[in-house]
Structure formats: structure tokens, C-alpha cells
């Protein structure tokens, strides 16, 4: 079976009982181009345009009409959480600062499993755990995580990024120019 469309879970028709459930992992979703085997044996080729990130709700459409909800599967995540607030928040600000993929939830931060980061936040002051549980960590600031030249939003994404140099560099201007 092959799938060349997603569809945007904002975008999904409500009949989602017509969509089958499709368990994907926060690595799987993010592929573009994969192959999956069923647990009834079909192989399910998923072809979307390169740099496609799947989430929690989308529908993925089949050459002959069958229809796919994805869902996150659990997978093994290490669960953060404290009592203190301020350590929660510092816990968010030292991972986010080394780029990692972070779930934020009511009360907790979510991680992939990493000993060196553990050690870190222990000594940040809050706690963590493993657990198996469905990893929807942030997509990033403008909605698509890191970006590349080939992405959809990217055009977008450096336009807004090139008005903001400009009016910066229009209300400070750089005290020494160039020639």
C-alpha cells in the first residue's frame, strides 16, 4: 500500500472511525519516506514530500482510499518533574539550550533517555523517571522544528526573519559601518 497524502489534523473530516489507527514513535513520525510492515503482514509504503513531519491526528491517505489516523505510540521517554516550578523551568532552559526534543506537559518536561542529561538535571534539582508513554515533543518556534531550504515554511520563515534584521538594524545602527 502506498501513501502519498497527509492530511492536516485540523483539516480532518470528523468521520475519523473511517480512519484506521496507524501507532507511529516521535522518530517515525518524522520521516518522510519509510517503509512499515503491518501487524497483519501488509507493508505500508509512506512516500510525502521530503522534510514532511507527521503528528498526532493526521490522516494519511492511501493510493486506493484507505485511510490512516496517525497516533503516537508509547515509546521509552524520560518523564522530568519537580515540586519547584523555577527547577522545572531551569530544567526546560538547560535543555532546550542543548537542542534537545522536549515535551512539555501539565506539570512535566518528556526527554528520549540520555544518562549525561539525567545526571544534569538531578543536579538542577528536579526528578526524573523512565517511562513508556506516547513522546510529542515541541515542534520548534515556528511550528515546523529545525529548518532546511527545501521545507515548505522556509521562504516564509527567512522572510520574517530578514524583516526583523532590517528593522533592527534600522533602529540600531551598527556604530562603526562598513565601506
Not at 523555577?86 to 501539565?106: C, F, I, P, Q
Amino acid at each position: 500500500m502506498l501513501i502519498r497524502t497527509l492530511i492536516p489534523a485540523a483539516n480532518c473530516a470528523q468521520d475519523a472511525l473511517a480512519a484506521h489507527a496507524l501507532e507511529l514513535n516521535n522518530a517515525q513520525r518524522q520521516r518522510s519516506r519509510q517503509l512499515l510492515v503491518l501487524e497483519d503482514g501488509r507493508e505500508l509504503a509512506i512516500a510525502l514530500p521530503p522534510g514532511t513531519h507527521m503528528q498526532t491526528g493526521d490522516q494519511l491517505i492511501a493510493d486506493d482510499g484507505f485511510r490512516f489516523e496517525v497516533c503516537a505510540a508509547a515509546e521509552t521517554v524520560l518523564r522530568i518533574h519537580s515540586n519547584n516550578p523555577t527547577n522545572l523551568l531551569r530544567a526546560a532552559y538547560h535543555l532546550g539550550n542543548r537542542h534537545v526534543a522536549v515535551e512539555v506537559g501539565d506539570g512535566y518536561l518528556a526527554i528520549e533517555p540520555d544518562s549525561v542529561l539525567r545526571d544534569m538535571l538531578h543536579l538542577i534539582g528536579v526528578d526524573s523517571q523512565i517511562v513508556d508513554a506516547p513522546f510529542q515533543p515541541e515542534s520548534g518556534a515556528y511550528g515546523g522544528g529545525h529548518k532546511h531550504g527545501h521545507d515548505a515554511s522556509f521562504a516564509d520563515d527567512y522572510q520574517l526573519a530578514q524583516t526583523l534584521f532590517a528593522a533592527h538594524a534600522h533602529d540600531h545602527p551598527h556604530p562603526h559601518p562598513h565601506e
